[in-house]
């Protein structure tokens, strides 16, 4: 018995204080840091307005009444400050209720967020 009461003497300390130094390290190890700004010049790039939000490989899907209408693909999105975003790499797929699909594949589009009114490049223009 006594010989299980000194083990435990030096055991029960060092293992609290290992305990604590793998809470502080998970700690500073769980810091969240902030992705680097890209090197390469932003393409369609809206003068006069400052980068707000970018966004790497960006996919979003419009249903009504639980079926899919269209589904637009970007590599990269840019928010600016006003109401005008950039994307980059578009393909933009329409589903009719006719059975019929359009798929309209850019390299560079810009969209309204408060109009929805849409510029793709190349001559197409959504509204």
Known sequence: MQRTIR???IALPIAFFAFVVLLVLS???GKVKRPKQPNEPL???ITGQKVQVLFNGF???QTVGGRVVMRVKAARVVAYTGDWNT???VD???YRPTGLTYQLTCPSAKFNSKTKEADAQGGVRVT
């Open 7 to 9: 083990i435990l003497r």
């Open 27 to 29: 700690w500073q190890r």
């Open 43 to 45: 393409a369609g790039t």
């Open 59 to 61: 996919e979003d899907t």
């Open 87 to 89: 994307l980059e790499s």
């Open 92 to 94: 933009l797929t329409i």
